[in-house]
């Protein structure tokens, strides 16, 4: 495990270099969250009520509980995200320079499992004090039950390792066709509503929520963040941590699958 250690390392000293894009994705989520908060304002006050209805609690969610539970979807959704590194591996795939990787002791997926978590670290610091300031402004409202900051954190690892897997395998159709990064761009956008990243995924038609209750969707943001706001008792979400951790090997297995199966038609030409 060394050498992935040493990558992580890597690319943590390499994220420290361009400190702006920690800044920028910090005006992102401000931005976004500014948004919301008029345009959820408008709503309370045009229907001039306390709270709305949610699916699975006695009490709906008053205004303030939901800009919480948006602004924590925010960042769970920001931190979740592989931009950077799909284009990457896309990009190897079709040049041929995976090759490289071929012919050294070194897991592909691992690999940019590291890549990934070492890109994305000092989003984790700078968000990290982001959570530390509401909790200060408003106490009380996060991590207020036993053990919902544990959870929290395991939920959140076990939603970035989801979205990796559900990356590498949309990567690994770049072994079968020529361009794919539009597929990944249409994921990251439909991510964006259906995850729960900006309308919490409990306000949805039933019908649609008995659909993606048979995906991994609820766990990418929808349960870190109810576990952080107290929405999900601790008998709840103890057992859909479960169900998140057997999508893990799930998509684990089926991500080696996709690759293995896409080295065997890899051939190297490049462009």
């Not at 931190?79 to 592909?108: A, C, D, F, H, V």
């Not at 890109?119 to 509401?134: D, E, G, P, T």
């Not at 039950?145 to 990567?171: A, E, K, N, R």
């Not at 306000?203 to 943001?221: A, D, G, R």
Request: charge should be positive; aromatic fraction near 20%; charged fraction near 10%.
């Amino acid at each position: 495990m060394s050498k992935y250690f040493s990558i992580l390392r890597i690319n943590w000293i390499h994220a420290l270099e361009y400190r702006a894009n920690a800044l920028i994705g910090l005006f992102a989520i401000l931005s976004g969250l500014f948004i919301e908060y008029q345009i959820w304002s408008l709503i309370f006050s045009s229907k001039s009520q306390d709270s709305i209805a949610i699916k699975g609690a006695a009490n709906g969610f008053t205004f303030e509980q939901l800009i919480i539970f948006i602004f924590l979807s925010i960042i769970v959704g920001q931190l979740k995200s592989s931009w950077i590194t799909s284009s990457q591996m896309i990009m190897e795939i079709r040049q041929g320079l995976i090759s490289k990787y071929l012919i050294r002791p070194i897991s592909y997926f691992w690999y940019y499992l590291m890549m990934f978590i070492g890109i994305n670290s000092l989003y984790y610091i700078v968000y990290s004090f982001l959570i530390l300031l509401f909790i200060f402004l408003f106490p009380h409202m996060i991590f207020n039950l036993p053990l919902s900051f544990l959870g929290f954190m395991v939920s959140l690892l076990i939603s970035i390792y989801l979205s990796y897997c559900i990356y590498f395998i949309m990567v690994c159709f770049a072994f079968w066709f020529g361009e794919v990064r539009s597929i990944v761009v249409a994921y990251n956008l439909g991510m964006i509503m259906i995850s729960g990243q900006y309308i919490p995924i409990r306000l949805f038609p039933e019908n649609f929520l008995s659909v993606i209750s048979w995906t991994p969707v609820p766990y990418l943001v929808d349960l870190p963040v109810s576990i952080a706001t107290g929405l999900s008792p601790f008998e709840v979400w103890k057992t859909d941590i479960l169900y998140a951790l057997a999508w893990c090997v799930v998509l684990t297995i089926i991500s080696l699958i996709f690759y293995k199966s896409g080295i065997k038609k890899y051939e190297a030409f490049g462009q």
